[in-house]
């Protein structure tokens, strides 16, 4: 049997890589310092002019009714049962909603807990009136400052994640 070579180096392959390579250097000896010996550089005049205006008219449709406070129609009665202590300055705010019977529920619902941890008489509601509508605010207890408020919702009032401290007096 005689042997043969699969597989075998052409000179000629060989050649031409390295005459490839050897014209693709000198083509980028040439560029480079051809391109250094050119050192014009291109400049931009500075811009003197406006560079942009705002119209005083933007064009485009105007918005209507810009003076109305509200598109729903609340009612603007305050609950009876709605009372502040007179004492009020700080509280801790549990809940709030636009509609009474909201918060009513939710009181109801977290003093009827079988933990009983808060007390009901511990609770009071107060009413925020604005242009837009009222806003229901379930106060927690009462307190002096702003920082007994916290010190006690840090210490006592672990299920609340963020408490948030009320300033009554704004009421």
Do not use: W
Request: hydrophobic fraction near 40%; charged fraction near 25%; aromatic fraction near 16%.
């Amino acid at each position: 049997m005689t042997t043969r070579k699969i597989f075998f180096k052409s000179r000629l392959k060989r050649k031409i890589i390295i005459l490839s390579l050897m014209l693709l250097f000198l083509l980028m000896f040439y560029f480079f310092f051809n391109l250094n010996k050119n050192n014009e550089f291109i400049i931009i005049p500075e811009n003197k002019d406006v560079f942009y205006i705002i119209p005083k008219d933007r064009g485009g449709e105007k918005v209507q009714n810009l003076d109305k406070k509200s598109l729903n129609s609340k009612s603007e009665i305050i609950h009876d049962q709605i009372n502040k202590p007179n004492n009020s300055l700080y509280g801790i705010q549990f809940f709030t909603d636009s509609e009474y019977e909201n918060v009513n529920n939710y009181l109801i619902s977290i003093t009827n807990n079988n933990e009983n941890i808060y007390q009901i008489n511990d609770f009071y509601i107060l009413a925020l009136s604005t242009t837009i509508g009222i806003e229901y605010f379930l106060i927690y207890k009462n307190f002096e400052s702003r920082k007994d408020a916290q010190d006690y919702c840090s210490n006592f009032l672990t299920k609340i994640d963020n408490c948030l401290i009320v300033d009554t007096t704004k009421f």
